[in-house]
């Protein structure tokens, strides 16, 4: 009977799964980190935007708004501004990262793929050996049984 196919280098490719599925949830998280920040961008920038159209929309219907309250909503439109330009920068870093990580999870994956490409090397190679030894095993059968039909033949 022969023995089973061992791998060699199994603990490392399973090391080596190891690191991929680890890479995988943690770019998952930085994804959802990057869908965070994101979502913060998107509601500054629309608060901006209303704050704007109900000033256009104030103008348009003549009320007059006193000067103190027309300045007050331009400091406000000014910080938002600034929250806006820092919220831009956190979802800058936040895509850096997510890009990274992607980056590290597709290295992990090829030096995966590279270690299972060379255990199927190694797969074929021990099946061709196997192969061998079980056609000379065959041949060996095959030629005493030939050797035996001969002999009775002969006595």
Sequence with gaps: MTKAFNFPLNKVLNYRQNVEDTRGVILKKSMTVLEKEQEKLNNLVDLKNIILNEEI?????????????????????IQLNEKIDSQSDNVNKSSMSVKKNRDELIQALKDRKSLEKLKEKYLLAYRKVIRKKELAKENEVAARIV???KTREIA
């Design 147 to 149: 050797t035996n039909k």
């Design 57 to 77: 929309d104030e103008d348009q219907s003549n009320r007059t708004q006193t000067v103190a309250a027309f300045l007050q909503t331009i400091d406000y439109i």
